[in-house]
């Protein structure tokens, strides 16, 4: 984007090479599993790295994603913001106030 031109252009992110995961959860403290149990996500129908969970209800407490169970592929980082950028394999946790929540993941850019 130029502001000073007031021009902008777009240019294809080519996504083949990134990896793709089987599931995605939330999991920590915030949620009814604790940091033992998933809550699993949905994969979107139009873009494999975009994943939801609609209606979870968190506590007021800690959590982060992670891909296909593991720790292998998570994401966290130290905010209390409702979005941002979750950073892939973070050794932060996100903070949350406990209340009902719609999450949307993106396990590319990390914004959620």
């Keep these: 984007m130029d502001v000073d031109a007031m021009t ?4 294809p ?3 083949s090479g990134a990896a793709t995961y089987a599931s995605m959860g939330v999991i920590g403290d915030a949620t009814a599993g604790g940091w033992d149990a998933d809550q699993d996500m ?4 139009f873009d494999p790295h975009i994943w939801y969970i609609k209606g979870i209800e968190l506590g007021d407490a800690e959590f982060k994603f992670r891909a ?3 720790w292998d592929a998570n994401w966290g980082v130290t905010s209390t913001e409702l979005s941002g950028k979750a950073n892939l394999s973070s050794p932060d946790n996100m903070s949350v106030a406990a209340g009902t929540y719609d999450i949307w993941f993106n396990d590319i850019t990390g914004r959620y």
């Design 13 to 15: 992110f080519d996504a």
């Design 42 to 45: 949905t994969k979107s129908a």
């Design 8 to 11: 902008y252009s777009f240019e």
């Design 68 to 70: 296909d169970d593991a």
